[in-house]
Nanobody, 123 residues
Framework: QVQLVESGGGLVSTGGSLRLSCKASGRALNYAVAWFRQRSGSEREFVAGIKGSTTAYADSVKGRFTLSRDSGKSTAYLQMNNLKTEDTHMYYC???????????????????WGQGTQVSVSS
């Protein structure tokens, strides 16, 4: 069993930066890890994911957000630069507990989820 705890959210101005962390306990993040975001009343959307050495990003964040994880694979990070008001969401970390096909990296059908951390960007 894996427990995921996100941190690093907050309120920033347009153009600012934040780094979100996703700390895993119980087991290392040995398989795919992804970040999703959601607003109240909207569906959860894929932001970024990593599987092995492959990373993928939503078009809306490409070039601004960077997903990484530490060498011990216990923590994943989402560096968010040049933040825009439309980036205001609750951000969730998710992880797989098994090997998946790369085509499933963007799927919200993940084995483990964190509780979320709020990111708010003001103009």
């Amino acid at each position: 069993q894996v427990q995921l705890v996100e941190s690093g959210g907050g309120l920033v101005s347009t153009g600012g930066s934040l780094r979100l962390s996703c700390k895993a306990s119980g087991r290392a993040l040995n398989y795919a890890v992804a970040w999703f975001r959601q607003r109240s009343g909207s569906e959860r959307e894929f932001v970024a994911g990593i599987k092995g050495s492959t990373t993928a990003y939503a078009d809306s964040v490409k070039g601004r957000f960077t997903l990484s994880r530490d060498s011990g694979k216990s923590t994943a990070y989402l560096q968010m630069n040049n933040l825009k008001t439309e980036d205001t969401h609750m951000y969730y970390c998710a992880a797989e507990g098994k090997v998946i096909n790369s085509s499933l990296l963007r799927s919200s059908q993940k084995d483990y989820w964190g509780q979320g951390t709020q990111v708010s960007v003001s103009s």
